[in-house]
């Protein structure tokens, strides 16, 4: 073995042993060789070694790091979902409120949370285009811009979905106080009393309290964690029950991150056209891919107007600033109409900081930094999920957002497990809470998007071993 | 007559004679004595005259101003409104969008808003609060606070209760993005598709979206522009229809201006409480009172939980920042749950920025202020009202608000008018916005809270033209 074959080997070693981290930055040329007594151009190799096996990247100017790749994947992925397709009344109980409320504690471990570590956005930043937003504000805009919104927000929206290759009517943009009434008000738009609403099984639980406050029956569609929903499935459905409408989550689907593939966007908008079934599609979590290029929306390739693109800045740079947007295509009059007598529209002061911010540049930058540390993140939690939690339990690995879901070994409950979970100071969301029959009692999704730190890695460990703690011991289980 | 009786006299035709307006002031001791070559002690004693006679007030420390009365109110004020009381299921015409749009051109001259003049609000203030408070805000808030918003708002808000002499639990108050978000919210916690719901007659327009959005039924109730709603009516109406809720404005009604009596209210609460009724009270206007005294809210009287009392900053302090709230009563764990899906919350800045504003103290003399200016505006545009509009005019005279409203001589067409007004760059509101059938057809709501002008006052001398324009001509109006 040479000189930097051995150095390299060893790197090797201290990363597999989690002396090393995802994320983590390598000792510079210079530390190397002095810490190694080697050359410089030994360190070159030894590293050049590494980033060909895929274990570590050179950022440019910044050195070296280590990439986001569990060591060990001795886990399945879970299973896709099988739920009756029969509409069904939504009767959301108390138990998802508490546990909502649960999710936000500060102290403990977040594990639960929908949100991302409040550390990873800008909000230095942010602050200053908010103060430069009101210096420049026009008294006036505070009544003229009540309904729209701010129309620089506008513009700056149009340019990012034309920098994805859409050119979009500003009157398409409907401006809303973050995604969930953006969503909602494109809901109120197509969907009546009564009607059925195509959703996910499991979907995130916002759709399901939604889909009860307008008496909506939901028809629950098979998904997986890998290509998302199943179309053999949906193309039965829109023939035999003729939904309203569908509510799906192409990229980073919550809680299971699946990614629909390009093809299947294609193939669903077709689907949905042909039936004439407008599609809600909510696209919080689309700019947080780990690939090198964007994941498009369904609505890139929608041609009639049916797709209604929702997302917001929530999950990227602001969830306080409460500012989202429809893109509603033929629905968008009607939607800006609804929210009239609603919203009326979000607050002026952050939708004109946010249209600062990104005017002045700095977005995409933080968004490349946030992708990264968030693939990074993820690879560090899946890691000690592989390698902490029992045997039989499966776990998913999304190509982006920031949730993992975990299938965990038939007897475990994840209601009881959330229970005991938080008696530790530690936050999970148990499957039930995205399922309008309370299904997936033996699923949880974990947030991956907080700081990585001895605490987190310990309360997986708690995790993991309250998961075992619940599986018979006297037989082996029966995966 | 003595040389200050003779003083007195002037200066009171010169008032009567629109030289000096409500809220100029008069000419400063000094300035006086000049003028007429009189001495100090006589122009104190003619300024102490027109004061007892109330033509006038003294500011102490800045002069005297002329005080708001019309001189010559020769319209009689609108008759109350006789709607039929059968339930009836809405369906906004596009008129009311296409109005409601065209209520917001900042060009023209906007009578038919719904907001006061800008520059009446303290947007220095307020900024330096945003900026002030943006520089305290934990990273943590914008996911703690996501729902149930900014806690230091929540405290200065059950403060302002307190100081009302009404004690309120803090679980009771749901911050909302400005007030129609809680109106709404109410709304869909008490009423299910199909249900009837009490409004007033003419009521508004946003309650008529909200219900027909809902699909529930209105029942319009007579409601006149002294006292409000007729309570016999609405008895008759809580016994043989059993409504899910009443929706009504106790405060400074939107379109009419009227104002319950506290025993009025008083008695509404018991009436409401007997049926087991809940009461949506839209009160944003409540801090606009021209007397001394705040009037109560209907909430005040409330022993049941029954009240939902819905109100916000958006009519005093900062349209734009979409800050609002209801004390929800039994309701609001309810309401606070149906905002987890709809709203989260409001943006943490501004909610931020306006609890920082509150403690920092100057909310209540810039309310202070503000209500003098909003009188005055009010008495300089009756006055107009009273000088040009034609015979068979009547119109409203609300002890506060910014709205007062004209019933014009029959023959006239409130639409028509809209927009003829329009074409010259006027804006006003037509009354049959303000009604689930349509009616009041030949009423308008004009907004007496931009900052009065010539601009203004020839807009006022253009409508009672373009009024008399529409009356037949050749025979004499029926009034």
Same mark, same amino acid.
Request: net charge positive; charged share 20%; aromatic share 8%.
């Given at each position: 073995m040479t000189l930097y074959e051995s150095y390299a080997s060893d790197l090797s070693e201290a990363i597999a042993a989690g002396l090393f981290r995802p994320g983590d930055r390598l000792p510079s040329i210079r530390e190397a060789c002095r810490q190694r007594g080697i050359s410089p151009a030994t360190v070159f190799k030894a590293y050049y070694l590494l980033e060909a096996e895929g274990l570590i990247r050179a950022a440019p100017r910044s050195g070296y790091y280590v990439n986001a790749r569990p060591t060990d994947r001795r886990l399945l992925e879970p299973k896709p979902s099988r739920p009756k397709t029969a509409g069904i009344s939504i009767d959301t109980r108390d138990l998802v409120y508490d546990i909502h409320a649960s999710l936000k504690q500060r102290s403990g471990v977040p594990l639960g949370s929908p949100f991302i570590d409040p550390t990873f956005f800008p909000l230095d930043r942010l602050r200053q285009s908010l103060v430069a937003a009101m210096r420049r504000l026009d008294p006036w805009s505070s009544v003229v811009d009540l309904p729209p919104g701010n129309r620089a927000l506008k513009r700056q929206i149009l340019k990012r979905y034309l920098a994805h290759g859409m050119k979009l009517a500003e009157s398409e943009i409907v401006l809303t106080n973050g995604a969930m009434p953006a969503l909602d008000l494109c809901l109120a738009a197509v969907a009546k009393p009564g009607d059925s609403v195509v959703i996910e099984s499991p979907t995130f639980y916002v759709a399901l309290q939604a889909l009860q406050r307008r008496s909506l029956k939901a028809i629950e569609v098979a998904t997986d964690c890998g290509e998302g929903i199943d179309l053999g499935r949906l193309a039965e459905v829109l023939e035999k029950r003729r939904p309203a409408a569908c509510w799906l989550m192409t990229n980073f689907q919550n809680p299971l991150g699946s990614l629909m593939p390009d093809q299947k966007k294609r193939e669903l908008v077709a689907l949905l056209a042909q039936h004439e079934v407008p599609l809600i599609e909510d696209d919080v979590y689309g700019e947080l891919y780990q690939?090198?290029?964007?994941?498009?929306?369904?609505?890139?390739?929608?041609?009639?107007?049916? /797709?209604?693109?929702?997302?917001?800045?929530?999950?990227?740079?602001?969830?306080?600033?409460?500012?989202?947007?429809?893109?509603?295509?033929?629905?968008?009059?009607? /939607?800006?109409?609804?929210?009239?007598?609603?919203?009326?529209?979000?607050?002026?002061?952050?939708?004109?900081?946010?249209?600062?911010?990104?005017?002045?540049?700095?977005?995409?930058?933080?968004?490349?930094?946030?992708?990264?540390?968030?693939?990074?993140?993820?690879?560090?939690?899946?890691?000690? /999920?592989?390698?902490?939690?029992?045997?039989?339990?499966?776990?998913?690995?999304?190509?982006?957002?920031?949730?993992?879901?975990?299938?965990?070994?038939?007897?475990?409950?994840?209601?009881?497990?959330?229970?005991?979970?938080?008696?530790?100071?530690?936050?999970?969301?148990?499957?039930?809470?995205?399922?309008?029959?309370?299904?997936?009692?033996?699923?949880?999704?974990?947030?991956?998007?907080?700081?990585?730190?001895?605490?987190?890695?310990?309360?997986? /460990?708690?995790i993991a071993s309250l998961v075992a703690w619940q599986m018979p011991r006297s037989s082996p289980s029966p995966h």
């Amino acid at each position: 073995m040479t000189l930097y074959e051995s150095y390299a080997s060893d790197l090797s070693e201290a990363i597999a042993a989690g002396l090393f981290r995802p994320g983590d930055r390598l000792p510079s040329i210079r530390e190397a060789c002095r810490q190694r007594g080697i050359s410089p151009a030994t360190v070159f190799k030894a590293y050049y070694l590494l980033e060909a096996e895929g274990l570590i990247r050179a950022a440019p100017r910044s050195g070296y790091y280590v990439n986001a790749r569990p060591t060990d994947r001795r886990l399945l992925e879970p299973k896709p979902s099988r739920p009756k397709t029969a509409g069904i009344s939504i009767d959301t109980r108390d138990l998802v409120y508490d546990i909502h409320a649960s999710l936000k504690q500060r102290s403990g471990v977040p594990l639960g949370s929908p949100f991302i570590d409040p550390t990873f956005f800008p909000l230095d930043r942010l602050r200053q285009s908010l103060v430069a937003a009101m210096r420049r504000l026009d008294p006036w805009s505070s009544v003229v811009d009540l309904p729209p919104g701010n129309r620089a927000l506008k513009r700056q929206i149009l340019k990012r979905y034309l920098a994805h290759g859409m050119k979009l009517a500003e009157s398409e943009i409907v401006l809303t106080n973050g995604a969930m009434p953006a969503l909602d008000l494109c809901l109120a738009a197509v969907a009546k009393p009564g009607d059925s609403v195509v959703i996910e099984s499991p979907t995130f639980y916002v759709a399901l309290q939604a889909l009860q406050r307008r008496s909506l029956k939901a028809i629950e569609v098979a998904t997986d964690c890998g290509e998302g929903i199943d179309l053999g499935r949906l193309a039965e459905v829109l023939e035999k029950r003729r939904p309203a409408a569908c509510w799906l989550m192409t990229n980073f689907q919550n809680p299971l991150g699946s990614l629909m593939p390009d093809q299947k966007k294609r193939e669903l908008v077709a689907l949905l056209a042909q039936h004439e079934v407008p599609l809600i599609e909510d696209d919080v979590y689309g700019e947080l891919y780990q690939g090198d290029v964007a994941p498009p929306s369904a609505k890139s390739f929608d041609r009639h107007g049916l /797709v209604m693109h929702c997302a917001s800045f929530s999950k990227t740079l602001a969830p306080g600033y409460r500012v989202g947007w429809t893109a509603a295509g033929g629905f968008a009059t009607q /939607v800006e109409r609804l929210k009239l007598s609603t919203l009326l529209t979000g607050a002026i002061p952050t939708q004109a900081a946010i249209a600062t911010y990104l005017q002045d540049g700095g977005y995409d930058s933080h968004l490349r930094r946030l992708r990264r540390t968030l693939a990074d993140q993820q690879a560090v939690v899946v890691d000690a /999920v592989h390698r902490y939690f029992p045997e039989g339990t499966r776990v998913s690995l999304p190509q982006g957002g920031y949730f993992i879901w975990l299938e965990l070994p038939e007897p475990v409950d994840a209601v009881e497990l959330f229970w005991a979970a938080s008696a530790q100071g530690i936050s999970i969301a148990p499957g039930p809470m995205f399922s309008a029959r309370g299904e997936f009692s033996h699923c949880i999704r974990l947030n991956t998007g907080q700081v990585w730190s001895r605490k987190v890695e310990d309360a997986i /460990v708690k995790i993991a071993s309250l998961v075992a703690w619940q599986m018979p011991r006297s037989s082996p289980s029966p995966h």
